[in-house]
């Protein structure tokens, strides 16, 4: 297989340093571009970028994806793939302050798209997320379906999966759009509920659910989003479209607590808030069209996820210091689905 320069924006954050670590292991020369905003804790991230740095030939640049310039700067004539992981992530804070997520993912996403086609690399892949759709008028969502978000964070992620169609089609840079369901696994946001429940479980301390914990979600395991977006740099078949990567399964937020109550033996209470503003009532993915075309099958379900997860966060979290984090979101102790 050949070996390629690749650019991955968000890499020293969740989802952008498991891309870039595998992508690493396997041969490439990686570049990570990330300002290390501080959302959440800038500890946690420099050390997913250690773990990076030492997994093979990759380097790191601090750098804000908002700074056209800069961004013509380092993705320049020799960059052949871009990972574009970079965003102001999660609902809640968007619903808070609209205007960064529409900076970071909307201007930050256009200035990626103008830097890779002057660039003429070969491919933009672009992370998007199942809060395009916001509201449910049918289920599974397949990606025919209506896009009606209920957050500015869903209608910023829209309006940068549109430029990357747009770019595809009126200059012919070959971009694909992911929209990612929740995913959750080693190293994820400590803002994300899978990874607050686990926190707060593991030491026994009561967890706030928002709403009556009969919302549904579909969880999928970082290692299959790592694949889907390993599928996209050997093959066109993907190019100006957007594909759902989901786990193909959803749970409700009550069973959810009920499986990780389990693995973890916790006596933690269990404390019902009011719906959140930006919170999406279901979700599931429906994966057939990603399955047709790069073969994207996710291998794990909640439970093999769940025990997988919890086992790494007893461990290693720990040494991390994942499980020393203090909630990030706006409100303290709210979760996010995003
Ligand atoms: N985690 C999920 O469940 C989920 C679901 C759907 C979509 N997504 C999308 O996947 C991508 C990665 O999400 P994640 O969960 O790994 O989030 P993350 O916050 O862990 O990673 C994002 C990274 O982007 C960096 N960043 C933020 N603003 C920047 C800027 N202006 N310039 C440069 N870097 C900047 C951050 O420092 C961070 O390291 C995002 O685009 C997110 O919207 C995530």
Redesign the pocket.
């Known amino acids: 297989m050949s070996s390629y320069k690749i650019v991955i924006?968000?890499?020293?954050?969740?989802?952008?340093?498991h891309i870039a670590e595998n992508l690493a292991k396997e041969g490439h020369e990686i570049v990570i571009?990330?300002?290390?905003?501080p959302?959440?804790s800038?500890d946690l991230?420099k050390k997913?970028l250690d773990i990076v740095l030492k997994s093979g030939d990759a380097t790191f640049i601090n750098?804000?994806?908002?700074d056209l310039a800069r961004m013509k700067e380092i993705i320049d004539s020799t960059v052949e793939y871009v990972y574009?992981?970079?965003?102001?992530?999660?609902v809640r804070i968007s619903v808070e302050d609209p205007f960064k997520p529409n900076?970071?993912?909307v201007l930050?996403t256009l200035n990626i798209l103008k830097a890779s086609l002057d660039a003429d690399v070969k491919k933009v892949i672009?992370?998007?997320?199942?809060?395009v759709y916001g509201k449910v008028k049918y289920l599974p969502f397949d990606e025919q379906h209506p896009t009606e978000p209920v957050s500015p964070?869903g209608v910023s992620?829209l309006a940068a999966e549109h430029y990357c169609r747009v770019f595809y089609e009126v200059y012919g840079l070959p971009t694909t759009s992911l929209?990612?369901?929740?995913?959750?696994g080693p190293r994820?946001?400590p803002d994300?509920a899978i990874s607050i429940f686990t926190r707060k479980m593991l030491a026994n301390e009561p967890i706030t659910v928002f709403g009556d914990g009969e919302q549904t979600r579909d969880f999928?395991y970082i290692e299959d989003v790592v694949e889907a977006n390993k599928r996209l740099l050997y093959n066109k078949v993907t190019d100006g479209k957007v594909l759902n990567i989901g786990g193909g399964n959803r749970i409700r937020v009550n069973d959810l607590i009920g499986n990780l109550r389990s693995l973890t033996g916790s006596t933690s209470e269990v404390i019902n808030a009011g719906k959140q503003k930006g919170d999406t009532e279901d979700t599931l993915a429906d994966v057939d069209l990603g399955n047709g075309l790069i073969g994207y099958e996710p291998l794990f379900n909640i439970n093999k996820g769940l025990n997988k997860f919890v086992e790494w966060f007893k461990i290693e979290g720990d040494i991390l210091g994942f499980n020393k984090q203090v909630d990030v979101t706006p409100s303290s102790s709210q979760k996010s689905?995003?």
Not at 84 to 90: F, R, Y
Not at 126 to 131: E, F, I
């Open positions: 924006t968000g890499g020293a954050g969740f989802i952008g340093s571009v990330d300002n290390l905003d959302y959440y800038v991230k997913n750098a804000d994806i908002t574009h992981e970079a965003a102001q992530a999660g900076d970071v993912n930050g672009n992370a998007s997320s199942s809060s964070y992620k929209r990612y369901f929740t995913v959750y994820m946001r994300l999928t689905m995003a």
